[in-house]
């Protein structure tokens, strides 16, 4: 294809596998260990919100010592030094793109830096451990959540990544299984408006037969030579 002029970009927890960070679907993965009605759904906080929080804290304390990879960082010189605009979404709660460099992060399943009141919705830095007891700094009720979207909530974000979507000149998803939607359908959709469309991913995805092209292995690996390539273009 002709030089991009704008790349979407869909990550996954597959590109922070490598920095230490468990996938959900993947062999020993989250899910396989924990039933996601219990963790990732708002029935199973109302059930039981210790159980969720105490989760949630051990995550963001995986996350808090992980570290960016090499596919991190390739994404972030991508969009600090390449000719084409960069739209980054990540399905993934981590910041660790935003500490790999990448200036401007979509986060449609939110992120784990901020607690969320489920009463009221105001939203505050997370504290490095939830309870259950944890006051609302807005209300004061005791409805502390992590600011997170479940399954069956509402994506971040959408309108924007729609756009994204319908303007761009190629699309790649990296990391992600292709199972969870809307994110999952985001290759079809760019398809449809005209973009061309690639997978790096460790293997092929659910939704594989969408991409035009793939490119399956580690995403250290796969993710900085892919980039490498496009900057060359220059
Ligand atoms: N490099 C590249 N890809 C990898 C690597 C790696 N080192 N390790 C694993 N993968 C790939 C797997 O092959 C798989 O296709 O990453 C993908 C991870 O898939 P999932 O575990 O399903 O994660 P994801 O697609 O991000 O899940 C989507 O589901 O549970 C919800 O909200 C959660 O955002 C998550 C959503």
């Avoid at 396989?32 to 759904?41: E, G, K």
């Avoid at 990879?69 to 972030?76: D, E, P």
């Avoid at 035009?212 to 900085?224: K, M, T």
Wanted: some cysteine.
């Amino acid at each position: 294809m002709s030089k991009p002029r704008a790349i979407t970009i869909l990550t996954g927890a597959g590109i922070s596998a490598e920095s230490g960070l468990g996938t959900f679907r993947d062999p020993g993965g989250l899910w396989s260990r924990y039933d996601w009605r219990d963790l990732a759904t708002p029935e199973g906080f109302a059930r039981d919100p210790g159980f969720v929080l105490d989760f949630y804290n051990w995550r963001r304390e995986r996350v808090r010592t992980a570290r960016p990879n090499a596919a991190h960082l390739a994404l972030a010189r991508l969009a600090r030094e390449g000719e084409a605009a960069v739209t980054l979404v990540t399905q993934n709660v981590d910041d660790l793109h935003e500490r790999a460099g990448s200036p401007e992060v979509i986060h449609m399943h939110g992120t784990h830096l901020t607690a969320r009141c489920a009463a009221c919705g105001h939203r505050w830095p997370a504290p490095a451990v939830m309870a259950p007891a944890d006051p609302c700094l807005a209300c004061g009720r005791p409805a502390t959540r992590p600011d997170v979207v479940w399954f069956g909530e509402t994506p971040h974000h959408m309108g924007r990544i729609a756009r994204a979507l319908q303007a761009t000149d190629l699309f790649v998803a990296i990391g992600t299984s292709g199972t969870v939607y809307p994110a999952a359908g985001f290759a079809a959709a760019a398809r449809t408006a005209g973009a061309s469309t690639l997978e790096l991913n460790l293997e092929p995805g659910r939704n594989a037969g969408v991409f035009d092209a793939a490119r399956h292995g580690p995403a250290s690996e796969i993710v900085p030579e892919w980039v490498a390539e496009v900057l060359a273009e220059r």
